[in-house]
């Protein structure tokens, strides 16, 4: 007899609304939290400028109407702060924090066949056992440091993003460096110059970053936005991206050049990267189309920079627009007029080394009082690979996963019964508002199981042929798109020796939620079911 109906890993977005959804499904449930507080990527990512890229509106729990009403957000994409308060309140509003073990992390997670249980064994030697495992770990949680020859030599301080001092740093006066220029290092950069002595911005790939236009959320507004809530949050589940947003529904390439510019200057005006990817619907399958946005992009850049050697630098040129994560920013490209930031062309002069006081290019010496990485994650695989999970015969999902990350609908992999991954490989994911793509997983995953309950069996596995197919469609459909042309994060170029594997669902959210619901209504195919 297991100790429990459900163990969970983590306590963001997803670990917050498993513990939540599966215990008013009348479950006995327990989440291990690695951190010192519950939020997740909204917890560690405390770092300066940290906000949300999906608007506030959209990047926020549905399960709960009377939720979404009480809530007021101060700002179209509100901060970090703001985020986790919010979440901490749904975890208080809801009861959730006597069933989340913080300063605990899940090392092991062993099936026994014979038991047909699941031994989770944390880092305090502790071990409990649940019939089902629940990971919900993040894609974006296991944090990467580049190696760099002398970091250890290195006398002033570092930091990572996503492993930011709760107390804050203070960089005022401080000669900085900065390396990573995707969206988080897009968004702490301002931040760092407008106090720092000094900032050089260490770029190997330029981004394409689009404006934010944030602005404070005005009541009236609030409130006539509030009262269609319900028909909205529909809107978004069918969607594509998890939010709904209203598009030409015409090629770019078919369209007079006057009309995309007033388009695009348009969208550029309002803001956000959602409405520009979605503006035509040729934008992310031909590279032709891709052009013209990217070169509409270019302009804005050469434009804003007032060098035009800086400007040229940082306009991207080697992957298409959308490819990458759109970063998002009012003051970045600006931020390169000021007189105490610095690019350095790494593509040109590469890192060489780090020494006690600075960084070294090939070309240069840069003396630092402190170094900022903002150098991303090992994404959607690297923190359940953490964990020694095992499955059917002892077999470890690192080795199942060797050649990449893989799982039926995105949810289960086969040989591992009674375990599902929240927004795991093969699902929308990082390519989606994942807030709502957290909850259409939990959500199915408690109705899975209540389905196993009300028919009698005890467990629910993914067959081989069905994970192949379902990948197999995943690459079919990624490949018809330009989003594998970029060594991207998506496709694990960022860590070396990382299967090159795009193994995010670009069909979109609303036929992807279509297809989940057919397979819990046809009894779950591709899943085999068995007795307790
Ligand atoms: C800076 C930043 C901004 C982002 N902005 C957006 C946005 O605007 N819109 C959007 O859709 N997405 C955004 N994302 C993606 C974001 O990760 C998700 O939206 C969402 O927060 C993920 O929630 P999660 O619960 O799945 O994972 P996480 O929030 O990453 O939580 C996972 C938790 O699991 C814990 N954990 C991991 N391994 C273990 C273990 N072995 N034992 C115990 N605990 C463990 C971690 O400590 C972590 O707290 C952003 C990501 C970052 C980094």
Redesign the pocket.
Known sequence: MADLDVVV????????YAVHALRSAGLTVRA????GG????????S?PG?????ESKD?SFSFSPELEQEWSWSER?PA?PEILRYLGHVADRFGLRPHIQLN????AAVWSEDEALWSVT??DGAVVTARFFVS???????YQVPSLPGLETFEGSWYH??RWPAEGVDFTGKRVGLIGTG??GI?VAPEVAAVAAELYVFQRTPNYAVPNRNRPWEPEAERAFKSRYREYRKEARESFL?VPITGTGRPVLDEPPEDVQRTFSERWRAGGGMPFLGAYTDLLVDQAANDVIAEFMRDRIRETVDDPAVAELLCPRTFPVGSKRLCQSDDYYAMFNRPNVTLVDLRSTPLSAVSAGGLSTTSAFYELDAIVFAT??DAISG??R??DVRGTSGVALADQWAAGPRAYLGVAAAGFPNMFI??GPGSPS?L???????EQHVEWIRDCIGYLSAHGYGTVQATSDAEDAWMAHVTEVAYSTLFPKADSWYIGANIPGKPRVFTTYVGGVGPYGSKCDEVAAAGYPGFALGVP
């Open positions: 890993v983590g306590a963001g977005f997803a670990g917050i291990f939290e690695a951190g519950i939020g997740g990527t909204w917890f560690w990512n770092y940290a906000r949300c890229d999906v990047y994409y970090q605990t992390r899940v090392t944390t880092d919900a770990v993040g894609c974006l949680s296991a993003t996503a969206s988080t968004q998890g991303g994650f923190a359940l953490q964990i929240v927004t990082v989606s508002n994942m807030a709502l793509s957290i």
